[in-house]
């Protein structure tokens, strides 16, 4: 930590590169598991020169979102498919730029002490998840490396005054909003919407807000639009009817997978978020006076544990 914090720069893609890079050349394939069907699928869109239709053993298969087949297919343009280097290195690269943003996000907007900082970086970027998925093709990592980039720009706008906030950096973030939906689904993308929504009422909510919504929104449907067009019925019958509305929750009941998302996984979140909730509160109706002073940083804590 000492050395990072000296080096700057340097010293945290020294670090990354460190924990990651050398065992992209020993990678393990498992015989069950996604990401064998992902690598299939892109070589396949390969073999047919196709960017936008995806198929498995030559027919129609649409149950994921078309991010991770893009960003595959350019790393193989680069690297080539003789191993399973250029799938990792897409992992790699959006771990590293989300562990880039949390790391100066936490610095200089949430104004965390430098070691705090680096803890946040370390926690995510060496956590099991992270590790787990950057050694697979597996659309996880992407996902949580947007929302984390996501998470920071986001967070910053709640810091800033409006005026601060220009329309070019709320529409970077309605964008990458948009791109979310990209990864596995757009209801990743409605539910982060709403979430940035809530966070930014009633202070942030001006007309350059909504229009960088309605641009993220319209980026959102961008990525799907060139499928429908070219295989629109089995997009629909797969993708649609089956993927997410047939599939809910892996083989349970809805609310046997949507109970326990909202309620017990998300404790060690929810709970500072209602803390603050209840203080903010109090501050607002008994002691309005002091509204200005000492409401501010509990808001900001609010909205990011509610974001989050």
Known sequence: MKYVERQGVLGFIFLYFVCYVPFFFYPLLRLTGDEKTYIAQTLEMIERSAWFTQTMAGDSYYYKGPLLFWLSRMS????????MFPFLFVNWLCLGGALWTLYMTS???WKFATY????????LGLSVSSYTYIFAAQMEILLISLTTIVFCLASKTYVLSDKKNSFLFQAVIWILIGVVGWVKSPINSVLLAVSHILCSYPGNINPRFVLATILGTLFGFLGYIPTLVLDGQAFWETYILV?????VGNGVGIWTALVPVFTFLLMPFMAPALLSYVWTCYLYFVRSAERPVLSRQLEVLRKCALLY
């Open 243 to 247: 993927e997410s509305f047939g599939k």
């Open 116 to 123: 705090w900082s680096q803890l946040l970086v370390v926690a």
């Open 107 to 109: 610095k200089y907007t």
């Open 76 to 83: 193989i343009l680069l690297f080539g498919q003789e191993s």
